[in-house]
């Protein structure tokens, strides 16, 4: 391969890195701004007990918006297992939010497809609104006091979701 061949590829990755974060960045741009409390929750996982967002404080907290029928959410769910070892149950607690589904048996199904080692809660359209969520998957991190640090919308790698934990 010659110089030239080398340089179209180069700029080629630019090109396709560049379209990416643009559509990213277009993606996200009406979510929750940084710094500001993240709205509260009371959800109930999978066997019907609640989770509150208020317990979370004083622990790192990584949601995860997900709808049954998303295939970039069965692409990238599967990071949350992942980010989990990398980082412990201790030091961030990680939660999947199935939203934007008509019946409890199209998120069972969704999980049967993907294993999942973090607990799933199952939201509500009102939290949907409340967290200004229009894609899937969207994902927030909160720090200690329970402000959002990050978020995203898209496809989220390991290393991604890890260094929102951070």
């Known amino acids: 391969m010659d110089f030239g061949n080398w340089k179209r590829l180069i700029l080629n990755g630019v090109l396709i890195l560049t379209i990416f974060l643009a559509v990213t960045a277009w993606q996200g741009q009406n979510l929750i701004s940084k710094q500001t409390p993240a709205p509260s929750f009371r959800l ?19 949601l995860y918006f997900f709808a049954p029928w998303c295939k970039i959410c069965d692409l990238s769910i599967s990071n949350l297992n992942w980010v989990r ?79 929102r934990t951070l």
Request: aromatic letters at 10%; zero cysteines.
């Open 44 to 62: 109930p996982d999978l066997s019907g007990q609640l989770v509150e967002l208020e317990d979370l404080r004083g622990r790192r907290v990584l």
């Open 85 to 163: 070892k990398l980082r412990g149950e201790e030091s961030v607690s990680i939660f999947a939010v199935a939203l934007s589904y008509t019946e409890l048996q199209s998120v069972e199904a969704f999980l049967e497809r993907n294993a999942l080692d973090v607990p799933v809660l199952l939201g509500t359209p009102e939290l949907l609104n409340s967290y200004r969520i229009r894609a899937f998957p969207t994902v927030y991190a909160l720090n200690e006091s329970g402000n959002i640090d990050g978020s995203t919308v898209g496809y989220a790698t390991t290393l991604g979701l890890w260094w």
